[in-house]
């Protein structure tokens, strides 16, 4: 890790280096995007013939009948499970369930003044598409925190795909009683979905964190296929004054040992505190070789000159998880994907079994947007009723509007209504749910 102090000697060399942070995004995607669009193009206008063809020269398999997962493999792989990791992956998806029925908004209506009705109604999305990695590690963390969501919003049809999906992954669809499970990953995989072949039918939106590949081909499909966030390497910051060095270090290596272009930083204003959690950082990433190559390309340990300057670069660098000392620095924290409070709040705890989602804003986007969550997988769709009454409280300033934006055709609309409408209103209304 290196350490970089926002005064004194260097102090210039850190604000560039801020600014540069800052500024990450996805700019890698433009190294790979040549290749995805050739075969997002290839898989949406020839459809199974490219997709089958790119199936057996990413995933490995033969033919089409090898691309679908079928349940009883799904039932086997559950069965085969270690009992114990059976009772983990069941308490995670409680435990995200439950917090996603807590997100859940609700359809209403209410009466702002007599004769006028407005409201919302929740639906959920026809179809989705989640994305499940399997590259270095298996991750049927990422199915629970997908897929769980668009079943608490009601979502019918919800298709997983994951490239050599590990046994792991098909028993945690077991559990959630997926039906339609793919053995496929990469660009093809999402272009499938987006556009939909002979074998898979395309979805309204795309969901998941994958590599390079997959985040460059849900970009060029976004504007065809909804969805969720780009998501880049994994981030962690840690802003602290007296968290434990082992504590802290040892969250940075936890999310440092998911890919060598991880983000690791610690932001203090403590001088001892920092060289205490570089040392710790070191020792503890020693035979981790992908934390230790993450840590050694992008790790930093950053000395603030006081409490308000840690704070705002923290919320300059937006990252995807933030640690911190206490429920009082919530008041100041405006950019962070997922926080994590005091000492014992293990960023891997988030990862898992908390509740929150683990899908998460990265490359600064936390400045816009939170977590994947159930409002990804929701419209809502507004409702407005009035009655003669209200349309002439407010038929005669809309029409006036209108008139002003040059739409005659608006206030004709508006005052052909007027012209008909009785002044009150006749029985009640009637509630919508």
Request: proline letters at 5%.
């Amino acid at each position: 890790m290196k350490l970089i102090r926002t005064k004194g000697h260097g102090a210039a060399q850190t604000a560039k280096l801020l600014a540069a942070l800052e500024r990450r995004g996805g700019a890698a995607l433009d190294s790979v995007l040549p290749t995805v669009r050739r075969i997002v193009t290839d898989v949406r206008k020839r459809g199974d013939r490219a997709l089958l063809r790119y199936a057996a020269q990413f995933d490995g398999l033969a033919g089409v009948k090898a691309l679908r997962v079928t349940q009883e493999e799904m039932a086997v792989a559950w069965s085969s499970l270690d009992p114990a990791l059976r009772k983990a992956l069941t308490t995670a998806a409680k435990q995200i369930r439950g917090f996603a029925e807590q997100q859940m908004p609700a359809s209403w209506n209410a009466s702002p003044l007599a004769g006028l009705t407005t409201g919302q109604l929740v639906r959920p999305l026809g179809s989705v598409g989640c994305y499940v990695p399997s590259g270095r590690h298996p991750l049927p963390s990422t199915l629970l925190m997908t897929a769980i969501p668009a079943q608490v919003a009601g979502v019918k049809r919800i298709v997983a795909v994951s490239p050599k999906p590990a046994p792991e992954t098909l028993a945690a669809a077991h559990l959630l009683g997926i039906t339609e499970f793919y053995r496929l990953g990469g660009a093809h995989a999402v272009a499938a979905l987006a556009y939909g072949t002979a074998s898979v039918a395309r979805v309204d939106k795309i969901v998941g964190p994958g590599n390079l590949y997959v985040t460059a081909a849900k970009r060029l499909v976004a504007f065809d296929c909804a969805i969720d966030m780009l998501a880049g390497p994994t981030e962690i910051v840690v802003t602290s004054e007296r968290g434990s060095a082992a504590g802290i270090a040892s969250d940075l290596v936890a999310q440092a040992e998911h890919d060598p272009e991880a983000l690791a930083i610690f932001i203090t204003t403590r001088k001892d505190l920092a060289q205490e959690v570089m040392a710790e950082a070191k020792l503890r990433s020693r035979e981790n070789a992908v934390a230790r190559a993450s840590l050694d390309r992008n790790g930093l340990v950053i000395v603030a000159s006081s409490l308000d300057e840690a704070r705002a670069i923290t919320n300059l660098l937006a990252p995807e998880h933030l640690t911190v000392d206490a429920v009082s620095d919530l008041k100041w924290i405006q950019n962070t994907g997922s926080v994590f409070v005091g000492r014992w709040s293990a960023q891997p705890m988030g990862d898992y079994i908390s509740g929150p989602n683990h899908t998460l804003p990265t490359g600064g986007m936390a400045r816009v947007r939170g977590g994947l969550s159930v409002y990804d997988f929701v419209k809502l769709i507004t409702v407005q009723e009035y009655t003669g009454e209200g349309l002439h409280v407010l038929g005669p300033q809309a029409a006036l509007l209108a008139e002003a934006e040059g739409l005659a055709g608006h206030a004709e609309a508006i005052r052909t209504r007027l012209r008909k409408a009785p002044r009150k209103s006749l029985g009640t209304r009637r509630s919508r749910g």
